[in-house]
């Protein structure tokens, strides 16, 4: 199967891109052609740095390798290398009805928290979805619970282009049949939505308080600070109860993807003691969890060399399917 997902350099990776995301690529690159990029063009649609913009899509490379894609598995690239993104986007907007874009839930989410840059990128921003993963004839998208919505908009688009386009009568020189397969979404039933540590009714967000989010490269001071504040519910019992005890299901989900243990394993070990002593053996799990990330990171930030070489080579590999889909586009739309 052919597998595409990215990730935007807005800011450092948190746990929850990792749970809800990457942990899923790791064992996809074992079976499949797997395509991750890291979605540069998409980070523009809201406020941002330039002068930092390099340094956070090298940060997102280094996250990607040190929580386990491996180059020589994984084709890993910068989507803004590619320019053949930017060009199917422009050519599925043609396609795209404007009331599917503005009826997506980020899209309204992100107008309310930027209201002073509503730009037409950030309604857009799904098209450029789509053509990221139509580029590369996708087949299956692992992403967290707040994509799937972005994934039913690219099946329906691929659905779209192959009807408008790919008739049985087509004299286009690409002959008919089906340009695009419609792509599923692989979301996790566990990890697919880690919620924020300050308030457990929100998903975790790179772009909330740090304070809510466990970063991947967080000391083991930052983890076990982060952790023992987080938001709890009333009561002492370690017990999994989404409704009533949002706080502490959301730890036990953390500790459970983390160690493999179920929750009803993790409630059992923790009858009878409270919530603090929970948390500070989450804070242990984690910082261990983490703590071969961190190494791996320190290292891979001095090897400047070795990162643009495998962005290089990915964008190369990426390329020549690029390129190839783009034909047959083109030839189907007319173009060519
Ligand atoms: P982004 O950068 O917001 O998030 C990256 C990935 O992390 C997942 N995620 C979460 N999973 C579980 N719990 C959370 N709290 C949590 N927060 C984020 C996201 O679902 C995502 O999988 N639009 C995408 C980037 C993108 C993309 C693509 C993805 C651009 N083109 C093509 C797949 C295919 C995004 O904003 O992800």
Partial sequence: MRIVSGIQPTSQLHIGNYLGAIKQWIPLQEKNECVFFVADLHALTIPYDPEKLQQAIKETVIAYIAAGLDPEK???????????????????NT???????????????????????????????????AADVLLYKGEAVPVGKDQEQHVELIRSLAKKFNQ?????????????????????????????????????????????DPKSCIFLFDSPEDITKKIMSAETDSGKEVRYNITKKP??????TIYSLLTGKTTQQIEKEFTGKGYGEFKKSLAEVTVQYLEPFRRKQKELATREVYLQEILRKGAG??????????????????LS
């Fill in 74 to 92: 994984s084709i890993i690239f910068v989507q803004s290398q590619v320019k053949e993104h930017a060009e199917l986007g422009w050519l599925l």
């Fill in 95 to 129: 396609i795209c009805p404007i009331g599917e874009l503005q009826r997506m839930t980020q899209y309204k989410d992100k107008s309310k928290k930027f209201k002073e840059n509503i730009n037409a990128g950030l309604l857009d921003y799904p098209v450029l979805q």
């Fill in 164 to 208: 408008k386009f790919a008739s049985p009568a087509s004299s286009l020189g690409g002959g008919g049949g089906i340009t695009f397969k419609e792509p599923a979404s692989l979301i996790l039933k566990e990890g697919g939505k880690i919620m924020s540590l300050t308030d457990p009714k929100k998903k975790m967000s790179k772009s909330d």
């Fill in 247 to 252: 706080g502490i299901s959301n730890l036990l």
């Fill in 317 to 334: 590999r990426a390329l020549t399917i690029a390129q190839e889909t783009m034909k047959e586009v083109k030839q189907k739309m007319g």
